[in-house]
């Protein structure tokens, strides 16, 4: 990673000191070349994993509300379902109330617009009590998927689901030492899906960046 000569205060002035100070190596007071450097490495890292995420994020809510939709036999059961928990049916009904407003109410876009989250919340256990979706819906969920065990699929999805939210909000991931085992499982999980999923994203440039990296500041 090349290091470049910033000015500082200017750049804390816009970027804020509380947010910088994320980046530093080491217990110091004052910001060093080293800060600017990680800060710039995290950057990169969470550029090479948006495309990760996006696939993910986009594969999952569809591949879930598929198995649903066909193992309730009901394509509207977002809106029409009775065995959501009062938290799913509030989110859904805010977002119809948003997609109404703005005119664009169908089923493809009331997907589209609730959050990860929600997707993720629907692989709790909540949903396993009685069989209720799980473990049933391994199969058309995951089809790729040998071992189905929906508790290891559950912590996998939520672990996901917090990396996506520190990448989306642009918080620091450069110092978490299961980085690239994170994104060696964000891989896999899309391979449970559907495998040419991983044809759109390039999957080496992140381990070369993150390695490089580890080289440089480690």
Known sequence: MQHVNCNFAKLERVLSKERLCGYK?????QLTQETISLYRWNIVLSELLYPLLHVIEVAFRNSLFNAVAEYVKDPNW???SNFL???EVQEIKKQVKYLQYKNQLDISHLIAELKFGFWVRLLDRRYEYKQLLWPTLLRTTFPYLDNRKI???RKIFNKI???RNRVYHYEPIWQWHDLLQQHEQIIKAISWMEPEL???VDIERFIEIYNLGIKCYH
Request: net charge negative.
């Open 151 to 153: 508790h290891l699929i």
């Open 78 to 80: 977002l809106v029409d």
């Open 161 to 163: 689901r917090i990396l």
């Open 25 to 29: 190596p080491n217990d110091v007071s």
């Open 198 to 200: 991983l044809k759109l």
């Open 85 to 87: 928990a009062e938290g």
